[in-house]
């Protein structure tokens, strides 16, 4: 059965470094583009990147530009969210997709598959 699994979430003092994966099972990664949201209790999921099925082409939010970086193996049928200098405001239920979706940032129509999400906490 096609699925997404994150893993490599966990608790991490403010300016620290943690690398999500996201790996597929069941299907191709390769023909999808994938995505990671991520979502705080009581708001609205919100798109933080997307990478392109060759990875050329990558999207951030605002909030993640210049401290997370996207990439992927699809090789191993795997993306990546390297997480530098986190902020308490980042500690979320964070979740990959694929695709990323016709409205990213926003969650919208067209995502095939979710992962059942994984915690980040920021705190010291």
């Known amino acids: 059965q096609p699925q997404l699994v994150e893993s490599g979430g966990g608790l991490v003092q403010p300016g620290g470094s943690l690398r999500l994966s996201c790996a597929a099972s069941?299907?191709?990664?390769?023909?999808?583009?994938i995505g990671w949201f991520r979502q705080v209790p009581g708001k609205e999921r919100e798109g933080v990147s997307c990478?392109?099925?060759?990875?050329?082409?990558?999207a951030y939010a605002d909030s993640v530009k210049g401290r997370f970086t996207i990439s992927r193996d699809n090789a191993k049928n795997t993306v990546y969210l390297q997480m530098n200098s986190l902020k308490p405001e980042d500690t979320a239920v964070y979740y990959c997709t694929a695709p990323c979706g016709g409205t990213w940032p926003s969650v919208g129509y067209g995502i095939d598959y979710w992962g059942k999400g994984i915690l980040v906490t920021v705190s010291s």
């Open positions: 069941g299907f191709n990664m390769d023909i999808y583009a």
């Open positions: 990478i392109s099925r060759s990875g050329e082409n990558i």
